[in-house]
């Protein structure tokens, strides 16, 4: 399927547990995104990717890591899951051709994970 | 990113015009205005932007002042779909965007 996906959809996992969330977009953007959003709360952003192999720190990135083997795919692991990840997670894609030009991010469906 | 402001909620009669300011008193030359929307538990989904001008599309209207300090965005005929938390925002860098709480759109019946 075209545009961008995300899996699992829900997840339920427990305190100390490795957790990896998926992000799949199929328009070859460079950029690639992950962002949190709290119950009641905007988005933040947790890292980001300009590229295979290029990944960035965002606003919160502390317990999370990334990575970026392939364009199309950008995981994102909870390396020890904590009860204060429990959030919604969004993965975001952009073309970005460049700094004064239309950049639109196109976000996946989420991801709702809870840490019991 | 420059800080904008948003009213935290407001309503809107089904057919009318909603109108959303944004402030964004401290924005600089070269940086957009964008304007994201978040229907309840989807992800947020582009709108519009602009730089200076006045722009429309098939969704909106932006209306930005001529000191670029505040702008509006436009739906011109609301309808029910359009309830969401709407969002100004102006990245310093195009491609991280800061989410602030924005504005809770409810359009009634």
């Known amino acids: 399927d075209a545009g961008i996906t995300q899996s699992p959809r829900y997840k339920i996992t427990e305190t100390g547990r490795q957790v990896t969330l998926m992000c799949h977009q199929t328009w070859s953007h460079s950029y690639m995104f992950w962002y949190r959003q709290d119950l009641g709360h905007g988005l933040r952003l947790i890292y980001y990717s300009a590229a295979a192999d290029i990944t960035d720190k965002g606003e919160v990135p502390d317990g999370y890591v990334v990575s970026r083997s392939k364009t199309e795919n950008f995981p994102l692991t909870l390396e020890s899951a904590t009860r204060s990840q429990t959030s919604v997670y969004f993965c975001?894609?952009?073309?970005?051709?460049?700094?004064?030009?239309?950049?639109?991010?196109?976000f996946g469906p989420g991801t709702r994970l809870t840490v019991l | 990113d420059a800080k904008t402001t948003q009213p935290t909620s407001m309503d809107c009669a089904e057919g009318r015009a909603a109108n959303l300011p944004c402030n964004h008193s401290t924005i600089s030359g070269n940086e957009y205005v964008y304007w994201y929307r978040q229907i309840h538990s989807q992800g947020p989904q582009y709108i519009i932007h602009?730089?200076?001008n006045n722009e429309t599309n098939e969704m909106a209207s932006l209306i930005i002042t001529e000191d670029r300090k505040s702008s509006t965005l436009i739906l011109p005929h609301a309808t029910l779909r359009d309830t969401a938390v709407y969002y100004c925002i102006v990245p310093t860098n195009d491609y991280k965007l800061s989410f602030g709480a924005g504005t809770t759109v409810t359009v009634r019946a």
């Open positions: 602009g730089l200076k």
């Open positions: 975001a894609s952009s073309a970005l051709y460049s700094k004064s030009s239309y950049n639109e991010q196109f």
